[in-house]
């Protein structure tokens, strides 16, 4: 049990209309159990499609993981598939048809709908994984010596499924090889420049160990992936040569373990027992998603503020009405007194604010899109960075001003100790 | 031209690392000029499986897009297998040297990097669509009667080069089908329920119309789609279909063309000249990122406030320490006075709060993970609702909660008119 593949079903995907988010869940899970995902189809909800790719998919993997095209609605096919695929009927599955009506009896629906009961009709070969948070049952089929698992499409059925039920069960049944990751995210040195400087380091790392860049806004995220029988053997691995980059580019390096900006701040923080506050307004509510994302944030995140209309800076945070005539709203002063305020309000170490254009529209005083001031202010400094960049459409503006500024404040904390 | 089949190509994806938003933006943008995706393939960066999948794509699809694999690292294999399938060599290109030097120039980086030099080497029968944002350059080949675009993997370089560059090559170079979609967005009837009481609706849709179910949150969006070589004869079909909705399900429907949520509430508010603030506690900020993702949302939106400590709570927004104490911080008392607080705060019509337990760690004051109590305030009228659902990931339950406030304010807004 090595190499998976996934087959997301579904015309919403194909369409633009939805994201595919579960892929990226299942092999970040699977990863974490030494199973890496190989290839990734994604195809339209026609009985020959997915017949077709089921068929590609075992030729590639010991095991196929398709989701969605479950539904009770009448553009569904994949069970259908699944039975002629497999050579199999279909048919009524007492302990499926139990567990269903026992669900909906527990929401209140228990006049269970004709349509709802086909729910329980699967493959006679397959094995029933039951669905703890909707209707449509995961189906396991054997094929030759590899597994497949159907699953529904939705997002918060399918990772208790994957989680609670099919880790669990693929770790017990097959004994599998480990794979440990580590992430080291390195700021400050561009993608190029930094595989220059690591070439011989990179060059030289062994053979179970695999290297990949990940640029994420202006960071760079080292991924090494070691894999072995034995994990402390790997986990040594992975440590020694990241220690080895600390003489080439240890002055970039913000982080040698986690993965995730809000992690590594969060981290930090509580370690120097400093709290945050967060005055933004171009930002919109981004930067503070952010940090609340992160598990625990409420032990240093004091709060924030969104004063998007221009008299709420004045009013709530303090900012001179003065400032904002002679600089304009989008000026390095109203970032600055934003951030002053905001520190007087929440009573925190730490505040963060944010002042810019985000576009399409322009800006109340016809500051260029895209250009955005930040503060950063920590007790009495405080430090205003300007950024400029207009190509990028609004969520992802929000979300790489965001991105900068907690990195930004991650090395002012790591270089002020 | 009718079909297309993206190739997304890096191990970041298929390892969980990245999500893959690209083949979204560019099925989406394909979808505008009536081109379908019909396949989306992600695969590893090797050579090998490059050439393969290019084969297989180019079976299916007229026209092929690839992203990814053409950063400057030694990680990125994707020209070299280009020129490989095409039985092509790779060269400098002087015109996309000389872009490329002014792209380094501009950004203060004259000094050209060897390896920012090799981007400039294309196989020599390509077409270069320059990249203003990136120094990958995008590369056009022909096969047979069909197309192929290689882009990078940036989702920032990616999205000007379609929507600026190939997809008006496309329609300017091939006479296309028009697709025309509408989205009507159905609130307070489960799926399967839905099902039945359009189904003789759905049965009788014109040959050249699709429907789709696609479920978000409690929302249920139908996705209509219909094709054909007369763009306005396409609109008339559609609105005649989705007015037949109207004595099946009109109550119920909160939107017949837009399909973001945060859109649809914007119109509202604007069409009813009202005002809008947020006090959010579980939802952390994306309460607000949601409100603010809308351009043009400074005309309704006035400011928002994340109170994440409960003593900011009482202090900011004049939530009282007695109804805490006695009701604890998660409650439906403290919903209301957080929705008063910041109605008066912000000075708006109406007012949104949030108090809950996200989790994955329990709540101060041992409230279940999961619950939440959110109020929305109209004016002088009040109503606050729970939720609970313990099965959802942290970032999950913030962006589900979030979807369900504006749906239910939406909702409202509708009915009481």
């Known amino acids: 049990m090595e190499n998976a593949v996934l087959i997301t079903i579904g015309d919403e995907i194909l369409s633009g209309n939805t994201i595919d988010t579960n892929s990226n869940f299942i092999a970040t899970e699977l990863k974490n159990i030494g199973i890496k995902v190989s290839q990734i189809f994604t195809i339209s909800d026609e009985i020959e499609t997915i017949k077709n790719t089921l068929r ?4 590639i993997g010991d095991l196929v993981i398709t989701t969605g095209g479950l539904g009770p609605t009448r553009d569904d096919k994949t069970k259908k598939a699944l039975a002629e695929f497999f050579d199999d009927e279909i048919a009524l599955d007492e302990a499926t048809f139990i567990h269903l009506k026992n669900y909906m009896e527990k929401r209140g629906r228990g006049d269970i709908l004709e349509r709802n009961k086909e729910q329980a009709f699967v493959p006679t070969k397959s094995t029933v994984f039951q669905n703890q948070y909707g209707t449509a049952p995961c189906m396991m089929m054997k094929y030759n010596n590899k597994l497949s698992f159907s699953l529904p499409g939705v997002p918060y059925e399918v990772k208790p499924l994957i989680k609670d039920q099919i880790v669990p069960y693929l770790k017990e049944t097959f004994s599998l090889q480990y794979i440990n990751t580590r992430i080291v995210s390195v700021v400050g040195i561009p993608e190029s420049v930094l595989a220059d400087i690591i070439e011989d380091w990179e060059l030289s790392l062994p053979q179970n160990l695999a290297l990949s860049y990940l640029p994420v806004g202006t960071r ?15 986990q040594q691995q992975l440590e020694q040569e990241i220690q080895k980059l600390f003489p080439l580019i240890g002055e970039s390096i913000i982080a040698t373990s986690e ?6 701040l969060g981290e930090l923080l509580n370690e120097k027992k400093l709290t945050l506050s967060i005055a933004e307004s171009c930002t919109g509510g981004e930067l503070a998603k952010m940090i609340t994302s992160n598990s625990g944030s409420s032990k240093y995140f004091v709060g924030g503020i969104v004063p ?8 709530i945070l303090n900012v001179s009405q003065k400032t904002v005539d002679e600089f304009t709203v989008v000026s390095e002063q109203v970032a600055q007194e934003m951030a002053k305020g905001c520190q007087k ?5 730490i505040s963060l604010s944010t002042t810019g254009v985000a576009g399409p529209g322009k800006g109340e005083d016809g500051k260029d899109i895209g250009t955005v001031f930040y503060t950063i202010r920590i007790n009495d400094n405080e430090q205003t960075f ?10 992802d503006f929000m979300y790489f001003v965001s991105q900068k500024i907690i990195q930004d404040l991650i090395g002012l904390l790591i270089n002020n100790q």
């Open 345 to 349: 309000l929440f009573g925190s170490h």
């Open 386 to 395: 300007r950024l400029y960049m207009p190509h990028l459409e609004r969520l």
């Open 308 to 315: 998007y209309a221009t008299a709420k800076k004045v009013e």
């Open 259 to 264: 993965d995730k900006i809000e992690k590594i």
């Open 220 to 234: 760079v995220k080292l991924r090494l992936t070691a894999s072995g029988h034995n994990e402390s053997v790997l």
């Open 56 to 59: 590609t998919a075992f030729e």
